[in-house]
């Protein structure tokens, strides 16, 4: 199983805290997001994962390497993980996934915004995806910070361009969804859009604890979450 994990935010919104470190390193209780997105992935199937960075991306690189070297006793003989270096401002999302589709294989394979804190459980999530289903993703209900949800889930569990949910950040991803795509910057939900108006692609909701760490306020918030 491939994964990977977004990384290279500016992370605008957390200024002062994202002018020394990069969005990903903000931490909660004592660790960064990076680290626990790090810890939860340990026990999955995953073997290969590309984490990219831009802004301060060299703090990024070492805080992997640096859990690697700490936790190598735990991972797997042959997990792995491949740094992304950007361009000054990133690709966004989908042009950072475009740019690491020859380290993502032909299969499938889980992607994960750094900028969330979240204890969803990844066993919940599926490998594979059904017959001309190109993404599959992550939901959770609507925060009271934004005015209205993301997107829609029938009752067949296939993901509408409008509703009441909001996306986790979390996904299951064909490489096909990027074919014809350059390297560039490049959002993500466009795409997403694009392939939900063809019925290809699916949902799932999570229920559980999980905040977009995005702003100031939001990162307070986490941060009185976890201590509480």
Known sequence: MHAMILAAGRGERLRPVTDQIPKPLVEVGGQSLLWRHLVALESTPVISLVVNGAWLADQVFAEVARYKQTTKAHL?????????????????TAGGIIMALPRLGREPFWVVNADILTDFDWSAMPQ????????????????????????????????????????????????????????????????????????????QVYSGYWQDVGTLGRLQQARQDFAS
């Open 76 to 92: 797997p003989v042959n997990w792995q993980w491949h740094r992304q270096l950007e361009p000054a401002g990133g690709l966004e």
């Open 128 to 203: 594979t995806l059904g017959d001309g289903v190109l993404a599959h993703l992550v939901l959770v209900p609507t925060p009271a910070f934004k005015n209205q949800g993301d997107f829609g889930l029938t009752a067949d569990g296939r993901v509408d361009p409008a509703g009441d949910w909001t996306f986790s950040g979390i996904s299951l991803l064909s490489p096909q969804l990027f074919e014809g795509f350059e390297v560039g910057r490049l959002a993500l939900a466009p795409l997403l859009r694009a392939a939900m108006a063809k019925g290809q692609v699916t949902g």
